[in-house]
């Protein structure tokens, strides 16, 4: 499986191991989160201003964002107020606009009104395994980006291969357990 061991004794102490913790991103996925869909009536609005907006972050989420409007070559407009709630969204001013990105429970505590089937919409996203970002500006819902990290070829074989060996696997990830 890859694994270097330096000490006898640490081959011993696995013969009593019963469970395996296995970190999800670089480890199952490839590392790379990407934008997998956009829904809402304005989601290339909603993808251009996340992306000015995520451009001023580091996180991975955001990132994928960035990529994808650059991919498209969207021009991203300059950001003020650039301020950053860890875990929960970031939010900044564009052409007197206050833009607000991150989770539904971000743009609740703004007080911003959220359509019941767009809640559905991102229900079924993260049912499939999505991270989804909630987009808005001032008041208005502009849509939702929706991002994945592909699962490696080989991580279903080697999980299988574990399994088979009567070892209990348990997947550590910092993500929402629907995604």
Known sequence: LGVLFRKGEALEALSRVDTVLLDKTGTLTEGRPALTDRVGAHADAALRLAAALEAASEHPLGRAIVAAARAEAMQLPA????????????????????????THR?????????????????AALESAGRTVVWVAADAEVLGLLAIADRIKPESAEVVQALRARGLRIVMVTGDAQRT
């Open 79 to 102: 950001i003020a107020n650039f301020h950053a709630e860890a875990g929960h969204g970031i939010e900044g001013q564009v052409a007197g606009r206050r833009l607000r990105v991150g």
């Open 106 to 122: 971000f743009l609740q505590r703004a007080g911003i009104a959220v359509d019941a089937a767009m809640v559905q919409q991102a």
